[in-house]
Structure formats: C-alpha cells, structure tokens
C-alpha cells in the first residue's frame, strides 16, 4: 500500500491540473450559450409618464363600441402586456427556436363622464364583443444562433390568428425575417448600439447605449431604440391584405373634424400609425434582459400629407392607444436571480473552479515530490523499504571500486554426534594385490612410435 500512495497523488496531482486548464474553455463554451430549458414571463402594465404605478387610468385607448355610432370615443384605461417565451422545436446543440406568445388586455376603462367598468375576455373560440378585454393577441416564433443569440433565418414568423384544428399554421403567420435581438442579448454585451427588433412594426432599429445602473443589486446597461413611425396598414396579414383596424374610413363628423371645404358627411380615411421609444435594461455578462419600458402610440391620421389636403384634416390625429408599458417589480426579481445564477455558473467555470482544482493539484504533486525526496535520502541502515523509490545502484568504495553483491553463504548443517559404537563390516572379496583395491587397474606403458623424431603436436593440421 506504501507504493500506491505516492502514485495516486501525482495521478490526481496532474489530473485536477488538467483539469483546471481545460475548464476555462471547454466548460465554460458549453455554458455560455442560449439555454434549451428558456422559459420567461415577463409581465407589464401602463404606469403613468412619471413612471407612478399608483395611477389607476394612465393609457388611453380607442373606444370599439363607438366605431358604430356617431362619434368616436376614446376611454381612460389601465392595460397588461404579458409575454412568455419558451423554446420550441426546432432546436438543437447551435440552434434554438423561441415561441413568444404576447397578449395585451384592457382591465379597466373609465368613460369621459368617469364610469368606471372593469373588463373581461372571452375565451378562444368564443365570440368577441367590443367589450371584451382582450385588445391584442399574437405569437412570434424566431431561431436563433445559441452562442450569439442573433436571428439564423430558419424561422421567423408572426402568427396573428387562432390556429383552426387541422389547419395550417402558415395560413395563419406571416413571415417576418429580422436581424436584431427581441428576447435575450448576447453575452459579454459592450457599451455599443446593437439592432433590437419591434413586433409591432416588424422593423429592426437601433438600441443605443446610454448609461449603467443596478437592479436588484445587479449592475445592468441601459438601451434605448427609438422606433420610428410606421404606417400599420402597410404591414398585410396572413391573407395578404390589410389587417383589421389599420385602414378606417368614417364621415368627418365622427372624427370631429371640420374646417374650411369639409362637410360633416363627407367619409375620410385614415391609416393607423405606431411608433414606440423602448427601454432595455441588459445584464452585461450574460445577455439576459432584466427589466424593460416601452412608451407606445398608435393613432389615426391621413396619410395624404400634401397641401391639397384641407388643414384640418391633414392635421387630424386621434390616438387609439397611448401608454407607457414598465415591467412588474416581479418580473424584474425573477429575471434579476436569472442572471444572477447563469453569471454565478460562468464565474464558476471561467475562474473559481479552475482556481481551486489548480491549487488542489499542485499541493498533491508537493506532496508527492516530498514522499520521493524522504524516500531518496532514507539511511540504509534503517532497514528495507516497501517505497517504490527504494532501490539504490551500488556504492563506490575507497580504493574505487564498487561493492559487488554477496553470493548467498552456505552453511554446513550439523547434526547430533552419535554416541555409539561404529561397527565394520566385512568386504566379500578381499584384493589379490596388497594396497590394491579391484578397481585400481595396472599401469600399462605405451610404446613410442616415433623414436628418433620429434613428438606429434596433437594440435598440427594433418
């Protein structure tokens, strides 16, 4: 067992070190990517331009009831965009595709005689009054590149209506190809504009940046994209068309509108319009969207701008929705510890984990290399050694030669004396020859051959 000590630490030793080496860019590539289990909801409602979430009745919306009567109304309101992203097939290990249903809904209006009505909607299937709640309702599908979270152009579609059963989904979406960030920023974000893309104009437009904060104790950059106007009715629907309520055309005196050559039954048309001024609030490290503010106007007015068009006319605008949208303190917690927890795993991987397996790694070589040392300078005369370092090559002595190992020393066995008498035995066959004995046979002499010349060498060639 003495043996294997010594060899398990440098093994572990040089394996933690490895490790450590490898970590920073094997481990932490895998991490910093889009995750496959995304799954955000993110709720907002209208606060007032001061941002106070006290106001009951800080938006204004187009009153539907009233596109059937004499003159449009518009009512004081309080709305709720919810959104929730999940990711959908297809995905894969550098492809993620998010789903991003979004609704907006109306929960109270107050009429210009201050009624106050709260709002509900019906359920899908079920038929839709000019009461009802529901004011939007859409789901976006992009896929993006995990590593930089960017559009890759597999899909990009905006379905606007129910999907029927067995129908097609590509009957009810449009295609819209994008090219900026919606619902994550990349990692390692810079204090540099990147394109954000607009759901409700379908454009992509700049987010500058324009200051640090913190959030929830986390420090974000703040972006801003002005989304420019943007006539909606130029934007078709699955069928190619117009969609519903972006064109409207009704007599100038359910506008209000009078002046100079126009009548009170004469119909005009207008186009809706919407422009928007976003806020994004991004956690650098990880590209994770903390907290977000969006100040959005869509309203009615000509798209005739020329002087041929009458005054007022030309300088009618009527809102029908006008609001600033600002995340719940609950969503902002949530994606707070989001980002909190997928920084805390980088920083992990990218600098902690590294530093401790390399500071493990090198105590457990040190104490091997000072197991080989004590085992190196251990005295002979201590005794045998089961270390795996304990051989030693044989020794110089004084006159300069080395001692040779000892051969084994045989040792004579002794054996107890016998104490009794020793007994001779007679021999059958006594020699003929005193001295003797029948083995010993004479001495022949062999005659020399050769006299007179020299003796053979046994050794010469014949």
């Known amino acids: 067992m003495r043996r294997i000590w010594p060899a398990l630490l440098a093994l572990f030793g040089f394996a933690f070190i490895t490790a450590a080496i490898l970590i920073p860019t094997v481990l932490v590539s895998q991490l910093r990517v ?132 067995g129908g097609n989904l590509e009957d009810v979406s449009v295609d819209v190809p994008r090219q900026g960030f919606q619902y994550k920023f990349g990692f390692d974000v810079k204090k540099r504009p990147y394109l954000y893309f607009d759901t409700n104009t379908r454009t992509d437009n700049p987010a500058n940046f324009v200051g640090e904060t913190t959030l929830k104790g986390v420090k974000v950059y703040e972006f801003v994209s002005e989304v420019p106007e943007t006539d909606l009715s130029e934007l078709p629907n699955p069928q190619g068309e117009a969609s519903l309520g972006t064109l409207l055309t009704q007599p100038a005196s359910w506008w209000g509108i009078t002046g100079k050559g126009i009548k009170p039954g004469d119909p005009v048309t207008m186009h809706r319009y919407a422009k928007a001024t976003r806020h ?43 609001g600033t949208f600002k995340w719940a303190d609950s969503t902002v917690a949530r994606q707070a510890d989001k980002a909190d927890h997928y920084k805390g795993l980088l920083n992990m ?53 080395t001692t040779a190992w000892s ?3 045989a040792t004579e066995a002794e054996y107890p004396a016998d104490e009794g008498a020793t007994a001779i035995l007679p021999r059958d066959d006594e020699p003929t020859t005193p001295g003797i004995g029948p083995w010993d046979r004479p001495t022949e002499q062999i005659p020399n051959l050769n006299q007179g010349d020299e003796p053979d060498d046994p050794l010469r060639k014949r």
């Open 34 to 165: 889009v995750p496959l289990d995304l799954d955000i909801t993110s709720d907002a409602t209208t606060v007032s331009a001061d941002g106070d979430a006290g106001d009951r009745f800080p938006a204004v919306v187009l009153d539907r009831c009233s596109l059937t009567e004499k003159k449009v109304r518009q009512l004081d309101a309080h709305l709720t965009q919810q959104r929730r992203s999940v990711i959908i097939d297809p995905s894969s290990k550098t492809r993620a595709t998010v789903q991003s249903a979004q609704t907006v809904r109306i929960d109270r209006v107050r009429d210009a005689d201050g009624k106050e009505t709260d709002l509900s909607f019906a359920a899908a299937g079920e038929q839709r009054t000019c009461k009802d709640g529901l004011l939007s309702a859409t789901i976006d599908r992009i896929s993006v590149n995990r590593k930089t979270s960017v559009p890759d152009g597999k899909v990009h579609s905006i379905q606007f209506e129910a999907l029927p059963e």
């Open 280 to 322: 994004v609030f991004v956690e650098p490290v990880t590209g994770t969207i903390l907290d977000g503010k969006e100040d959005q106007e869509q309203y009615y007015r000509s798209p005739d701008q020329s002087e041929a068009m009458p005054t007022a006319i030309r300088e009618y605008k009527l809102h029908a929705l006008k």
């Open 349 to 401: 991987a990218k600098f902690w984990l590294p530093l401790i397996l390399g500071i493990l790694g090198a105590l457990l070589i040190l104490a091997w290399l000072l197991l080989f040392l004590r085992d190196r300078r251990k005295p002979a005369g201590d005794g045998p050694s089961d270390s795996a370092f304990d051989y030693e090559a044989p020794s110089a002595t004084a006159a300069g030669t």
């Open 407 to 409: 051969a084994p020393q």
